[in-house]
């Protein structure tokens, strides 16, 4: 598996932007972002196929998200802006065989970094 390393997170206040990055140790195949929120199960955010020619969204965040990949630099990133605080939650990257939102279909996870945003 390979081994996945989240930074970019911080607080700010509603409104404001963020760019979260997620630094693999080898080649990946599709990747994807899933964020957390207290006593709430892990949510599906944005995911990019391996080439980075296919995205998709969940709701909540198209129009303010954008996922992006530089395969040669092995980095996965999160544009995140007009944030609400509803978007506060651990933020973790995934790797695996699927382009898909479906936690199940990854393989290697990060440890996270967390997001908060205040009203």
């Known amino acids: 598996q390979v081994r996945l390393v989240e930074s970019g997170g911080g607080s700010v206040q509603a409104g404001g932007s963020l760019r979260l990055s997620c630094d693999a140790s080898?080649?990946?195949?599709?990747m994807a972002w899933f964020r957390q929120a207290p006593g709430k199960e892990r949510e599906g955010v944005a995911c990019i196929s391996i080439g980075g020619t296919r995205t998709n969204y969940a709701d909540s965040v198209k129009g303010r998200f954008t996922i992006s990949r530089d395969n040669a630099k092995k980095t996965l990133y999160l544009h995140m802006n007009n944030l609400k605080p509803e978007d506060t939650g651990m933020y973790y990257c995934a790797e695996g065989g699927f382009w898909s939102l479906l936690p199940q279909d990854y393989a290697s996870w990060g440890q996270g970094t967390q997001v908060t945003v205040s009203s």
């Open positions: 080898g080649d990946t195949a599709s």
